[in-house]
């Protein structure tokens, strides 16, 4: 179940919004009525961004080697390709 909390909660239930995360949810936060940010354990924001960081890394070593560069739209023309799995 989706756990939408009013930021104020952070503060006053840090336990229980503590809780939650650590069970591997999400805590989507509000700040009045409009969504603000999401609290996430620091394994889920790992498991996030830790593909993207070797991603990274490695189109950094395959630049080392050509000359050849890429748009930026071309990069997301085919990043949206992948993601949508064509």
Known sequence: MIQIRPVSDL??????????VSEGQPVYLTKNGYGTMVVLSLEQYSALTDDIEVKLDEADRQAAFTTERLSHET???NARRYAHGK
Not at 11 to 20: A, S, T, Y
């Open 11 to 20: 503060r006053n239930k840090f336990p229980e919004i503590e809780n939650i």
């Open 75 to 77: 990069v997301f023309a």
